[in-house]
């Protein structure tokens, strides 16, 4: 059974070896997350508005404003899904692929766009993951955590096992993750002491060491548990 200090240790050998590029990295994919939350939680502009009413506050002029948002609100929104679908996704892919290269051996930058050379099995297998965790979330918050770790190994897959389907990949990580996703929370907790740090630093300590550091944490348990089964 893996540990989880030194799935950390290792981790932290391979960010220290690629100080920047992993700091890069981890930047790319922070955006990418931070995107997303964004397109998910514009709803709340609705709720605003409504207050607004509530207040009787009423006019053409509001609707028209309201309309006006609303719209580019939506307009934005499927404007990223898409974007988000066909290119971004793969970008993603090709940052764990950096992550989990960095961890065995030297890696540049090139790796970010690797994704692209099968595109259309990498940009589906991405999506159908994003479908079922939306699902999951849909329907409770907590087994949406949990299928989150179910899938966490997905991008990694995609590349090490190019004669898997997108399907068979998702199915692939479900398994790897078997019994491991308890111990990969509480990695992911272990690294709370350094979140608080980036939390009073306005994000310094993070940009700069805690989010590096976690994500190459877990590319390094991805060797271990291919190491393990």
């Not at 509001?62 to 609303?70: D, E, N, S, V």
């Amino acid at each position: 059974m893996w540990s989880i200090s030194e799935v950390k240790k290792t981790g932290l050998a391979a960010f220290k070896k690629s100080y920047w590029g992993c700091v890069l990295v981890s930047l790319i994919l922070g955006l990418l997350a931070a995107g997303s939350s964004l397109t998910g939680s514009s709803g709340n502009m609705n709720n605003a508005f409504n207050g607004l009413e509530q207040m009787g506050i009423s006019s053409p002029e509001l609707t028209a404003l309201k309309t006006f948002l609303l719209s580019t609100i939506l307009i934005f929104t499927i404007c990223w899904v898409l974007l988000r679908i066909f290119l971004l996704n793969l970008i993603e892919v090709g940052c764990h692929a950096y992550l989990k290269d960095n961890i065995t051996g030297e890696v540049t930058l090139k790796k970010l766009g690797v994704a692209f050379a099968d595109y259309k099995r990498n940009a589906l297998a991405i999506l159908l993951r994003d479908v079922f965790l939306a699902l999951w979330i849909c329907l409770l918050i907590i087994p949406g955590i949990i299928k989150s770790y179910s899938y966490m190994m997905v991008p990694y897959i995609l590349l090490d096992e190019p004669e898997l389907s997108g399907k068979e990949v998702i199915t692939r990580s479900r398994e790897m993750m078997n019994g491991h996703k308890w111990r990969a929370f509480l990695m992911d907790l272990s690294f709370i002491g350094w979140m608080f740090l980036s939390f009073i630093t306005c994000g310094l300590v993070g940009f700069f060491f805690e989010k590096p550091y976690r994500m190459s944490a877990k590319a390094a348990l991805y060797h271990e548990l291919k190491k393990e089964g």
